[in-house]
């Protein structure tokens, strides 16, 4: 009997975050949840949606700062994915979506300790990860290094969640903070939760590159190979700097850098540029200038080789890096 009656309580406070009423239409249905708050849309479609995805509780509050255990997010996301299973009897009542989860290949065995804990953010990034290929496919990424520029507590992040966290970050499902930390290791709450599972159902509510600037944002979508790109953000009138690696294959990153120039200048005035960088056809090759410069359409642009010493301290030539300034005074400083 006492059994019977814990399991009722818990099936009725599971039932208070996820059962969904269908006569509640799409509004400010929380308390707690205010019409100012960035989570408000994201919480209220989501309580609506016929998936049963979430909902509050019994006193009319969706309590949007609690903290996401990991069984409570599996169901969350086994939901959004079209399958809503019976609540499990016995002492763990996720234990279907748990077993789903793993059928799908969403979480495996060794990822969790016990799915009773709060979930953090890089775990729910590699749950969400794994979901994608499910729900969507193959997922196209760009060099997935120049997501981690965009990150400022990258090394916090452990290296084993790293990829899933560039990744869905490329494609706008997470942005982070707004002070460009991603927070890996913070336990995941309810608010955030439902930000993510709408990016994850729903394309058109995915914010790519939020903590960059525009024109970064926009570079970074232009980028097939391993080029190398730097958010110039931070460096006073600089436009554009790139670097190609000779280490990695070569054409693909040329091809970029013609890119990231044509979309700033004229193919008519990038030729000289593009036909200098040409002239390096390998790892051994060196260019006729350690430093190049040009100026093109008033502004300054740099190629510079960078020398590294190989076998028998031969000095081969392997990056190349190219700039480019605001305006002439770099160009012409370097001339004088």
């Known amino acids: ?12 406070l599971i039932g208070s975050f996820l059962k969904l009423s269908d006569t509640y239409a799409i509004g400010n249905r929380f308390s707690d949840v205010k019409e100012k708050d960035w989570f408000m849309e994201d919480v209220n479609v989501l309580s609506a949606d016929s998936r049963q995805i979430i909902d509050g509780y019994p006193d009319g509050t969706f309590r949007p700062d609690l903290l996401l255990t990991a069984e409570e997010f599996i169901t969350m996301v086994i939901r959004a994915s079209h399958f809503n299973l019976a609540i499990s009897q016995g002492d763990n009542w996720a234990e279907s979506y748990i077993q789903k989860a793993k059928e799908l ?17 890089g775990e729910m990034a590699r749950i969400i990860e794994r979901a994608l290929w499910v729900i969507e496919g193959e997922q196209h990424y760009a060099n997935l290094n120049n997501y981690s ?15 899933d966290v560039y990744k869905i970050y490329g494609l706008g499902i997470i942005t982070g903070y707004p002070d460009s930390t991603f927070r890996a290791n913070n336990g995941l709450i309810r608010a955030e939760g439902a930000a993510v599972i709408r990016r994850l159902i729903d394309k058109n509510q995915r914010k790519r590159f939020l903590n960059v600037d525009e024109t970064f944002r926009e570079d970074l979508m232009l980028i097939d190979s391993d080029l190398d790109i730097v958010d110039t953000k931070k460096i006073n009138n600089c436009d554009l700097s790139i670097c190609i690696d000779y280490f990695k294959p070569i054409e693909l990153q040329v091809s970029d850098v013609e890119d990231l120039l044509l979309k700033r200048y004229s193919k008519q005035n990038i030729c ?9 056809k390998g790892l051994y090759s060196i260019l006729a200038q350690k430093e190049k410069w040009y100026l093109i359409e008033g502004d300054s642009i740099c190629i510079y080789e960078h020398q590294q010493t190989g076998k028998n301290n031969k000095k081969r030539g392997s990056f190349i890096t190219i700039n480019s300034w605001y305006g002439s005074e770099m160009y012409k400083n370097k001339s004088d």
């Open 149 to 163: 520029r965009c990150l400022e507590d990258i090394l916090d992040i452990p290296e084993s969640l790293r990829k």
């Open 272 to 280: 000289d540029v593009i036909e200098y960088i040409k002239q390096k």
């Open 1 to 12: 009997m006492k059994k019977q009656v814990v399991l009722i309580g818990v099936l009725f």
């Open 105 to 121: 290949g969403y979480v495996k065995e060794e990822d969790f300790s016990s799915y009773t804990k709060v979930i953090t953010r």
